[in-house]
């Protein structure tokens, strides 16, 4: 099974975390628009109090789970259309 899709996830969620990192992202709305745990965080806690460096590690670990059940998916494809042919 390749992981290209586990990879570029990865990635994505690295750069969303950077670009709230360096300050370009000044009032969050991309690095909030685009982490799932944010989203989450948000209903149970006052996000403020929750600490910067683990919302980063839950987006990156989040994009690559994501990421690697597509690659699940389509390896399950890629099975299902050798075995027909």
């Known amino acids: 099974m390749r992981y290209t899709v586990?990879?570029?996830?990865?990635?994505?969620?690295?750069a969303i975390c950077a670009f709230n990192?360096?300050?370009y992202d000044p009032h969050n709305m991309v690095f909030?628009?685009?982490?799932?745990?944010?989203?989450?965080?948000?209903?149970?806690?006052?996000i403020h109090e929750v600490s910067v460096l683990?919302?980063?590690?839950?987006?990156?670990v989040s994009w690559a789970v994501i990421?690697?059940?597509v690659d699940v998916f389509i390896a399950r494809d890629r099975r299902r259309?050798?075995?027909a042919a």
Not at 6 to 14: E, G, K, N, S
Not at 54 to 60: F, G, H
């Open 6 to 14: 586990t990879i570029i996830a990865t990635l994505i969620a690295v």
């Open 21 to 23: 990192y360096t300050g």
């Open 32 to 46: 909030f628009m685009l982490s799932i745990p944010a989203w989450f965080a948000d209903f149970f806690v006052d």
């Open 54 to 60: 683990l919302m980063y590690a839950l987006t990156i």
């Open 67 to 69: 990421g690697y059940i």
């Open 81 to 83: 259309r050798r075995s």
